[in-house]
């Protein structure tokens, strides 16, 4: 039997059926048979399309009418902190909440950098695509470099800064400051240990800082060839941040800081750049919740589970991927037909034009990806692939 998108139970569905019944007998609008479409679709489209985990509602909960300092100043926040340090092995490291991915991109780039200063990224990186000119709108330029794999190499970090060197006019140009990696990156693809420790020895031989966008760590510490620990990253970075909002937490990221000028005065510009919530305690609950039983990694490696069920199923299908990777979010690339067919079924987002007739989209599982939703997929691969017979 084919399978279809289940409505939510209780509450909402009634929810959605009185909408319905509202929408078609007042207005008879199609914008509300749309947003009924939307309601029971099934979102592969991000990893942040769910509320949080309920172990972190349960702990938001239980302490809802307690009284805290603000401003990340209280008890909770302090505890998160001290679960991070220690999982990381780094009690000299300082530990912030921040509010989202965007706010800590900005708050560590410009806190790292002078006005006459920039920061390496690959092509591909967050900051170059997808935050709105964030940190350009603070003065700063991102030198970006091409990748196929969504990854920066040490090889280009060195010539980078080998050609500002070697500029006799340099001073008129630019100076590479920070290098900004991403781990997962915006492909999905993650650095393995070598490489990183590869980076980490060029950005010190170069005086550069280099920061980790972690916005999706757990998916690439979880990932099945990963080789990396939060040990290695506090001891190869200077700064990175442990992603909650889109890895089981409402919202929120922890940075985390090993360079002593890095820590300097970092609150001020949190506070500047709009990254410090008043009920700070909420974000140190959260990171309490998520660290103290192991919950991160346990929900990480969930949803890498589901994505490797995804996997195989397309590479059985005979499907290309646009990048081959370990981690929660995939890119298969398909004929545009068959997108066609699914896209009233499924939410996914779109990647790039690959030819006259196929598109790569991504597909993402997440902390909160419902098994019968990935088996719903699967089966519909089988099912296209048995009836075209081709890819």
């Not at 001290?82 to 708050?107: K, M, P, S, Y």
């Not at 969930?302 to 069920?309: R, V």
Request: charged fraction near 25%; hydrophobic fraction near 40%.
């Amino acid at each position: 039997m084919a399978c279809q998108a289940a409505l939510p139970d209780g509450f909402f569905a009634n929810l959605i059926f009185m909408e319905y019944i509202w929408g078609s007998r007042a207005h008879r609008d199609e914008n509300n048979k749309d947003w009924i479409r939307r309601s029971v679709m099934i979102r592969f489209n991000c990893d942040y399309s769910e509320g949080a985990h309920e172990k972190v509602l349960e702990k938001l909960i239980a302490t809802n009418r307690e009284q805290t300092q603000g401003y990340g100043m209280d008890f909770y926040s302090m505890q998160a902190k001290g679960l991070i340090r220690q999982i990381c092995g780094r009690e000299d490291a300082d530990v912030h909440f921040l509010v989202g991915g965007t706010q800590a991109n900005l708050t560590v780039i410009s806190a790292g950098l002078r006005p006459h200063q920039g920061v390496i990224a690959a092509e591909t990186g967050h900051i170059n695509v997808h935050e709105t000119g964030a940190i350009e709108a603070c003065g700063h330029k991102i030198l970006a470099f091409p990748s196929k794999d969504g990854k920066l190499s040490a090889k280009q970090v060195e010539e980078c800064c080998l050609a500002h060197r070697e500029d006799m006019d340099r001073e008129h140009t630019v100076q590479p400051k920070m290098v900004y990696i991403s781990q997962s990156t915006e492909l999905g693809t993650i650095y393995g240990k070598e490489e990183l420790e590869e980076i980490s020895a060029v950005c010190r031989k170069n005086g550069l800082f280099l920061f980790m966008d972690g916005a999706r760590l757990g998916y690439a510490l979880a990932a099945s060839d990963n080789t990396l620990t939060f040990q290695d990253l506090a001891r190869l970075c200077d700064v990175f941040y442990i992603g909650g909002t889109k890895v089981g937490a409402l919202f929120g990221e922890a940075v985390v800081i090993t360079h002593p000028s890095l820590k300097e005065d970092f609150r001020y510009f949190i506070k500047q750049k709009g990254g410090m919530l008043a009920k700070g305690r909420l974000l140190g609950l959260q990171f309490m919740a998520l660290f103290e039983d192991g919950l991160y990694m346990e929900i990480s490696r969930y949803a890498d589970g589901l994505a490797e069920q995804l996997r195989k199923a397309f590479h059985q299908a005979g499907i290309p991927f646009l990048v081959e990777n370990t981690t929660n979010q995939l890119f298969p690339i398909l004929p545009d037909s068959v997108l066609e067919l699914w896209k009233e079924k499924y939410s996914f987002s779109y990647q790039q034009r690959v030819d006259e007739s196929h598109s790569a989209v991504r597909f993402c599982t997440s902390w909160a990806t419902r098994q019968e939703d990935v088996d719903c997929l699967m089966e519909d691969i089988r099912n296209w692939k048995d009836r075209d017979g081709e890819a």
